[in-house]
């Protein structure tokens, strides 16, 4: 079997970046140049009420456009910043998706122990963690939360 090298493979692909922003000009010179403005500016992507982002695609250009070019290498380079940023973004994504999911289950979890309460009460009785008198919840020494409730004496004010 031949032994394998190390090749950094590159593919080109010819495209328009099509962009429509929606402007309100006097005319149409107006409106371009207030869409060059943003666009030196930055701010043609915000995606604003007065200037809302409409359309934002790669299209590509002509039938033959992919081309693929192939450099051999001793080693690999360290990925450049653009895949370093999508990375970190996928890595965020998947965080977001595993604390959801952890939130899930743990209000998953007190629902049932919500229910559980609610089933061992008498069905007009308060449940313990709540205050009869403002209904925030009590906190472990089964005393109200809130600072502004009746239920709670002067000296704890």
């Given at each position: 079997?031949?032994?394998?090298?190390?090749?950094?493979?590159?593919?080109?692909?010819?495209?328009?970046?099509?962009?429509?922003?929606?402007?309100?000009?006097?005319?149409?010179?107006?409106?371009?140049?207030?869409?060059?403005?943003?666009?030196?500016?930055?701010?043609?992507?915000?995606?604003?009420?007065?200037?809302?982002?409409?359309?934002?695609?790669?299209?590509?250009?002509?039938?033959?456009?992919?081309?693929?070019?192939?450099?051999?290498?001793?080693?690999?380079?360290?990925?450049?910043?653009?895949?370093?940023?999508?990375?970190?973004?996928?890595?965020?994504?998947?965080?977001?998706?595993?604390?959801?999911?952890?939130?899930?289950?743990?209000?998953?979890?007190?629902?049932?122990?919500?229910?559980?309460?609610?089933?061992?009460?008498?069905?007009?009785?308060?449940?313990?963690?709540?205050?009869?008198?403002?209904?925030?919840?009590?906190?472990?020494?089964?005393?109200c939360l809130?600072?502004?409730?009746p239920?709670?004496?002067?000296?704890?004010?």
């Amino acid at each position: 079997m031949p032994e394998k090298s190390k090749f950094i493979v590159t593919y080109e692909i010819n495209y328009v970046h099509r962009v429509q922003v929606g402007f309100l000009a006097t005319d149409k010179d107006a409106a371009i140049l207030s869409a060059k403005e943003a666009f030196d500016n930055g701010t043609i992507w915000d995606d604003t009420h007065e200037m809302p982002l409409l359309y934002d695609q790669y299209i590509e250009v002509g039938d033959d456009s992919l081309t693929f070019s192939a450099e051999p290498v001793s080693d690999f380079p360290e990925p450049d910043e653009s895949i370093i940023d999508i990375r970190r973004k996928e890595q965020a994504f998947t965080d977001c998706d595993s604390l959801l999911k952890d939130v899930g289950s743990g209000l998953n979890f007190a629902m049932e122990v919500f229910s559980g309460l609610r089933s061992v009460q008498p069905e007009n009785a308060t449940p313990a963690f709540e205050c009869p008198d403002c209904g925030r919840v009590y906190d472990d020494a089964n005393q109200c939360l809130s600072d502004d409730c009746p239920s709670r004496d002067a000296s704890t004010k």
